[in-house]
């Protein structure tokens, strides 16, 4: 089991960038597939994007690809999701969540889960 704190989310305008950061604790961070997801209270938990434990595999869902970008370091634990190109309908409280070896796109296939970190974009 591993724990993991998001940050970075905040207010911007639209077109503008944040970065958000996902520590993890744990010596096996390599070993986990992580992954990013984001929520409002009109919908659902959505996939956002998620990568592999060596990075060398990334998946993005349509509606973000080409405007942000998943990354990890495996020195520092951490995960990041670079956003630029922000819009409004990117508001959204955002998950980070790890999977144990496996990558893949659902909720159901990581098993940890982060607080969330707020993101709000205005026209």
């Known amino acids: 089991q591993v724990q993991l704190v998001e940050s970075g989310g905040g207010s911007v305008q639209a077109g503008g960038s944040l970065r958000l950061s996902c520590a993890v604790s744990?010596?096996?961070?390599?070993?986990?597939?992580m992954g990013w997801f984001r929520q409002t209270p009109e919908k659902e938990r959505e996939f956002v994007a998620a990568i592999s434990g060596t990075g060398s595999t990334k998946y993005y869902a349509d509606s973000v690809k080409g405007r942000f970008t998943v990354s990890r370091d495996n020195i520092k634990n951490t995960v990041y999701l670079q956003m630029n190109s922000l819009k409004p309908e990117d508001t959204a409280a955002y998950y980070c969540?790890?999977?144990?070896?496996?990558?893949?796109?659902?909720?159901?296939?990581?098993?940890?889960w982060g607080q969330g970190t707020q993101v709000i974009v205005s026209s």
């Open positions: 969540a790890a999977a144990w070896f496996r990558i893949g796109t659902r909720e159901a296939d990581f098993g940890s």
């Open positions: 744990g010596r096996t961070f390599s070993s986990y597939a």
